[in-house]
Every structure is written in C-alpha cells, then in structure tokens.
T-cell receptor, first 113, second 112 residues
C-alpha cells in the first residue's frame, strides 16, 4: 500500500483565494482525520470522519473551512477565503476503527500571502 | 479536558548513548492508547511505538521502549544506542478512541 497520499505537497496562495487540499486514505481504513500543525498551537484535530460521515468537526476553526468525504478513498479540505493565519502544515491521517493502524500522510504546507 | 505534557522542549544525546523523553497526560478515561511519533525535517509523522492502556507490559520496538506508569499517567520513551538518524521532533500522543491529542513535542539532537 502506498500509504496515505496528500496533495499538493506545497501550496502558496494569495489571501482571499480558495484552497483545496486532497487526501487519499489507506485502502480498508474507515476513519479519516484532518490535523493542522502550527508553531503556536502544535498539532490539532480539525475534523474526523468515520465510514465517510463527519463525526466530530469541533476543531474546524470557522465557516471558512469545510471538509468532505464523498467516498471511502477520497477527502478534501477547503478553505474559502484563505487568510494569512491559515498558513500551516495540514495532515491527513487514516486508521481502522479509531486507533488501529493510525497512519499520517506527508502533509501539505500551505502558505497564504 | 485531555492534555498531554512534554516537559522537555529540547534534548541532546551523543551517538550510541541512551536518552529518555518524558510525557505525562491527564484523562478520566480508563481505556485509551498512547503513541510516540517521530517527525524528522521531512515533516513526515512516523509512528515509533504504541501502548494500549489495558496492557501492563511496556511496549518495545527494537531500540525504542516505553515506561508506562498508568497510575502516574506517565509514558516516557527510551531510545537506546542513539543514532544520528534519530535526530527529530518527538511527539507524545494520547487517544481514548479516535482523535489524537498531542504534546508540544521534544526536539532531540543526536551528536557524533
């Protein structure tokens, strides 16, 4: 298995633009997570899907952030409009039934200028 | 609230020596899972070791082992025979079920 695949690896965008981050989880995993990593706040959970259904989105910062999981093999995290304070590394992770086989993607470094 | 505390922001160890990274956590749950992740400059999050709270025996993975003290809510990582490739940020993480709660990390430098 190729592991959790995220794209793009780097993204630089101007303030106000829409940004879409993509994630392909490991085949067979039924849990998918989006995390954000910043120097100030460390690693924090944004949203958690189980069997393609959002279970916990309490970590989503505000309405500018949205996430979807249309099927078991694909998820997106969208920011619209983007702001400089959204600059961070965004990780996608997948697992089986919660804590089993928890695997992270290589992350997307987002820079909003 | 469930918190994870790593009290050592930075540590340094010489090659071939042993180093221990500290982690404490706070939870009211009885069943949970604990992890140590390594993040090298490539930023990939690499699972080092995992411990289930219901297991008394400390987990071991080659040169990496943990000292899990459930009553004290302590989960330290010991790295034996340190190698230059062990240089990285190390994160302790906790979950009662799904979302991982991370500590702020310990930056470990292995010197020749």
């Amino acid at each position: 298995d190729a592991g959790v695949i995220q794209s793009p690896r780097h993204e630089v965008t101007e303030m106000g633009q829409e940004v879409t981050l993509r994630c392909k989880p490991i085949s067979g995993h039924n849990s998918l997570f989006w995390y954000r990593q910043t120097m100030m706040r460390g690693l924090e959970l944004l949203i958690y899907f189980n069997n393609n259904v959002p279970i916990d989105d309490s970590g989503m910062p505000e309405d500018r952030f949205s996430a979807k999981m249309p099927n078991a093999s694909f998820s997106t995290l969208k920011i619209q409009p983007s702001e400089p304070r959204d600059s961070a590394v965004y990780f996608c992770a997948s697992s089986f039934n919660g804590p089993y086989g928890y695997t992270f993607g290589s992350g997307t470094r987002l820079t909003v200028v | 609230a469930q918190t994870v505390t790593q009290s050592q922001p930075e540590m340094s160890v010489q090659e071939a020596e042993t180093v221990t990274l500290s982690c404490t956590y706070d939870t009211s749950e009885n069943n949970y899972y604990l992890f140590w992740y390594k993040q090298p400059p490539s930023r990939q999050m690499i699972l080092v070791i995992r411990q289930e709270a219901y297991k008394q025996q400390n987990a071991t993975e080659n040169r990496f082992s943990v000292n899990f003290q459930k009553a004290a809510k302590s989960f330290s990582l010991k790295i034996s025979d340190s190698q230059l490739g062990d240089t990285a940020m190390y994160f302790c993480a906790f979950t009662p079920g799904y979302a991982l709660n991370f500590g702020k990390g310990t930056s470990l430098l292995v010197t020749p």
